[in-house]
Structure formats: C-alpha cells, structure tokens
C-alpha cells in the first residue's frame, strides 16, 4: 500500500505547517508503515533552528514518526469507522537523537507495532537519513473520538 498526501489527509488531521510525513511508501497491515518527509530549507523552523547552521528540531522527528505510526489503524479498521475518530499521542520514551537532520535530507520514517490492544498502540519508530539511523523513540498513542 502506497497513500499520497490527499490520502494521509483524509486520515490525519494535521495540516501545513504541521503536517509532517510527505509520502507513505510501504504498509504492512497492523505491523509496520514506512514513509518520508523531504526536509525542505523553505520551513519557517529554519529561520530559527539555527540560522547559518540549519538543523531540523529533534522533536518534529518524533512528531513525523507520531504521524506516521497514526497511519497504523487504518491499515487494519474500516475507513468509514475512523471517520470520527482521531489518534492522540500519549507518550514518548527511549528517544535518541544520533545524528543531525539537515535541509535537502530525505527523512524517512518506520514505525512497528510493539503491541496493540483495543484502542492503545505501542510502536516503535525510527527515523532515517540515506539508509542510517538518525532517531528513534518509542511512541504509544490511543484512538479516541473526535
């Protein structure tokens, strides 16, 4: 399964500036979801982070991989019964950061299930730049009404 914007859209409801995964590339239902951003030197979080020395916060990394993993229950629900449902993160633990991010990388994202039970994911994400680890974290996230 490949989902395009317009598609992340319809399950996210996040939007620019905020809207943090670009593509999704691969799906493995309920298992794992693969996707990128382009960092692009055309976000506003340059202006400040850092001028002359552009580094992509850490914490949009963990953001981009909350977004992806949000992906995960619409891979094994009904579309239809989502429609009115949103995921919240709840937690971040074990997060590193082991190397810089930085205009004209390609982020891309895979987040795994650890384990899911009812409406509460576990999930593990990883964040990587030209195939090498850059950051990861482990995410939970629960599935609430709008």
Not at 33 to 49: D, E, P
Not at 71 to 86: A, H, M, Q, Y
């Amino acid at each position: 399964m490949v989902f395009d914007i317009n598609q992340i859209q319809e399950m996210l409801p996040h939007r620019y500036p905020f809207l943090l995964v670009d593509r999704i590339t691969e799906v493995k239902e309920g298992e794992f979801v693969k996707g990128y951003l382009n960092v692009s030197i055309t976000n506003a979080v340059f202006q400040g982070h850092f001028p002359g020395h552009p580094i992509y916060p850490g914490v949009l990394i963990i953001e981009g991989m909350a977004q992806t993993g949000a992906i995960l229950p619409f891979t094994i629900e009904d579309k239809e019964k989502l429609k009115n449902k949103v995921v919240y993160f709840m937690s971040i633990d074990k997060a590193k950061f082991r190397k810089p991010v930085r205009p004209g990388d390609r982020l891309e994202y895979k987040v795994s299930t650890i384990k899911h039970r009812g409406k509460i994911w576990h999930l593990k994400g990883e964040a990587y730049v030209d195939g090498e680890l850059v950051a990861e974290a482990e995410l939970k996230a629960m599935i609430v009404d709008k």
